[in-house]
C-alpha cells in the first residue's frame, strides 16, 4: 500500500528561519508534487518532480525550492519564511490504482505551518 | 490559465442526493479527478473521468462533458459522514489544479 509521511506535522517559526519540510514515500514512484492549500483558494501546486533530478514549477513556485536526489524523497525548502507561507502543505505522490488504468494523486497527511 | 468552479457550500438532508457541479476553462485535459476532503485531512480520491459520460461507483457517481468544460459529482443517499468538502481537479500534462472546494453539509 503507498504510504506518504511528511515531516513535521506542525511547525510554528519565525519570519526568515530558513526551514524544510520533509516527504518520503516508499513504493519507489516517480512523480511527486507539493501543494499548499489556503481558506478560499483551494489546493495550489507548488513544484512537481518527474523523476530523480527532474523538477518543474507548479502554480506558485516563489519563495520555494525542492529537490530530488533519490526517488523516495521530496523535501520542500523555504530558504527565507514569511508570514503569506503559513499554510497547510500537501506532498503527494502519482500512483495506479489496481484495475484502474489510471494513475491518481496519493496525498501525505500534511503539514501544518505558521510563519509569524 | 486555469480557470476551474464550484459552489461553496451546500446543504442536505440525510438519504438524500446533492449535485455538486464543477466547470472549468484550462489551457489542457488530460483528465477530471473529483476528491473528499475532511477538516485538517488530506484529500482521498473519489472519481476519475476522462471521458464523456457517467462513471458510477457506489453512492458516488461522477460526469464529464468535455465540449462544455462541465462535470458532477452525484452523491446519494447521503450519510453524516459524507459531510466534508469535494474538490474537483482537472490533471493537464503533469499538473494537477484545483477548484476552491464545495463544503458539503448533512443534516439528519
Known amino acids: 500500500e503507498a504510504q506518504v509521511t511528511q515531516n513535521p506535522r506542525y511547525l510554528i517559526t519565525v519570519t526568515g528561519k530558513k526551514l524544510t519540510v520533509t516527504c518520503s514515500q516508499n513504493?519507489?514512484?516517480?512523480?511527486m508534487s507539493w501543494y499548499r492549500q489556503d481558506p478560499g483558494l483551494g489546493l495550489r501546486q507548488i513544484y512537481y518532480?518527474?523523476?530523480?533530478?527532474?523538477?518543474d514549477k507548479g502554480d506558485v513556485p516563489e519563495g520555494y525550492k525542492v529537490s530530488r536526489k533519490e526517488k523516495r524523497n521530496f523535501p520542500l525548502i523555504l530558504e527565507s519564511p514569511s508570514p503569506n507561507q503559513t499554510s497547510l502543505y500537501f506532498c503527494?505522490?502519482?500512483?495506479?490504482?489496481?484495475?484502474?488504468?489510471?494513475?491518481?494523486?496519493?496525498f501525505g497527511p500534511g503539514t501544518r505551518l505558521t510563519v509569524l | 490559465g486555469q480557470n476551474i468552479d464550484q459552489p461553496t457550500e451546500m446543504t442536505a438532508t440525510e438519504g438524500a442526493i446533492v449535485q455538486i457541479n464543477c466547470t472549468y476553462q484550462?489551457?489542457?485535459?488530460?483528465?477530471l479527478f473529483w476528491y473528499q476532503q475532511h477538516a485538517g485531512e488530506a484529500p482521498t480520491f473519489l472519481s476519475y473521468?476522462?471521458?464523456?459520460g457517467l462513471e458510477e461507483k457506489g453512492r458516488f457517481s461522477s460526469f464529464l462533458s468535455r465540449s462544455k468544460g462541465y462535470s458532477y459529482l452525484l452523491l446519494k443517499e447521503l450519510q453524516m459522514k459524507d459531510s466534508a468538502s469535494y474538490l474537483c481537479?482537472?490533471?493537464?500534462?503533469?499538473?494537477?489544479?484545483f477548484g476552491a472546494g464545495t463544503t458539503v453539509t448533512v443534516r439528519a
Open positions: 481537479a482537472v490533471f493537464n500534462d503533469y499538473k494537477l489544479s
Open positions: 473521468n476522462v471521458l464523456d
Open positions: 513504493m519507489n514512484h516517480e512523480y
Open positions: 518532480s518527474m523523476n530523480v533530478e527532474v523538477t
Open positions: 484550462t489551457s489542457g485535459f488530460n483528465g
Open positions: 503527494a505522490i502519482k500512483t495506479t490504482l489496481a484495475g484502474g488504468g489510471y494513475n491518481e494523486q496519493f
